[in-house]
């Protein structure tokens, strides 16, 4: 139990890690969480594993893994756990702390794609798909992936050329401005 108060205290962002270290500790690795997890068939490591790495102080292995970028942060496994334990309470401290000293994993896209949605958020209050595409597939160079997926919605008008600002920018940029997203 010391190990995960241990470990855990170093991504502090998002709950208090004095709570977040005391709701882990009550798996009992049911794996109720791994059982409803609509992305579990593509995690290298499932949810209840997860939340074991971080009770026996292993979060670097989570860092390291899939897994902590393919969360959906859909909450399905916290509406099943009979602890109340939510992996994304868990996972974003973690993926926050990561993305702030810039250590996340360059092959993998997922911390790419998160990153260039907030950035399309804060600069034009809501997502512009053109834009999001468009950089993504620079920072990736996945230049000619689904091309014909992705003539198919344009011309369904699902991509849009240009951006529509929303209505709320300046309440937008005062939340990013407020949040530890500077
Ligand atoms: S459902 Fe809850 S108690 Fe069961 S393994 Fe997952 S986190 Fe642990
Ligand atoms: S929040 Fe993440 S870990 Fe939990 S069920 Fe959804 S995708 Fe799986």
Known sequence: MQQA????SSYKIGLPSA??????NQCFQCCKCSAGCPVAAEMDLLPHQMVRLAVLGEVDRIVN???????LTCHTCGARCPNGIDVPALLDPIRHQVLQQKREPKDNPVPVFHKIFLQTVRTFGRVHELFLIGMYKMKTKTYFNDMELGWKMFQKGKIHLFPHRS???????EIFKNSSMK
């Open 5 to 8: 108060s241990v470990a855990l």
């Open 19 to 24: 709570d977040l270290v005391s709701v882990v």
């Open 65 to 71: 893994s899939k897994s902590m970028w393919l969360c």
């Open 167 to 173: 209505t709320h920018l300046s309440e937008v940029k």
